[in-house]
């Protein structure tokens, strides 16, 4: 079993910033794509950004040159450094990674969620 934990949301005026870490742990061989999503109350989750296990990345257009991912793959965690929030970025996100697991098999896990709420 592999279980991922995210923290670092809160409550953050328009303009500021956050950083949100997601640490996996469990039964991992190795960690393939690892990413972060985002749902807002009446929408559906969507993809924020992504990194592969090469480190290469890509971003939701909303979120392009304020929002950068990282990964430690050490600690087997991964980083949203969010700069310039704004009230629409105010969300539930979710960390999910793309997870080979000691028994060999590839699975996708998500988090639980960590809340985002950028005042105006």
């Known amino acids: 079993q592999v279980q991922l934990v995210e923290s670092g949301g809160g409550l953050v005026q328009a303009g500021g910033s956050l950083r949100l870490s997601c640490a996996a742990s469990g039964s991992i061989l190795s960690l393939r794509a690892m990413g972060w999503y985002r749902q807002a109350p009446g929408k559906e989750r969507e993809l924020v950004a992504a990194?592969?296990?090469?480190?290469?990345?890509n971003y939701a257009d909303s979120v392009k040159g304020r929002f950068t991912i990282s990964r430690n793959n050490a600690k087997n965690t991964v980083y949203l450094q969010m700069n310039s929030l704004k009230p629409e970025d105010t969300a539930v996100y979710y960390c999910?990674?793309?997870?080979?697991?000691?028994?060999?098999?590839?699975?996708?896990?998500w988090g639980k969620g960590t809340l985002v709420t950028v005042s105006s």
């Open positions: 999910n990674a793309e997870v080979v697991s000691r028994d060999y098999y590839r699975r996708d896990y």
């Open positions: 990194t592969t296990s090469s480190s290469s990345t």
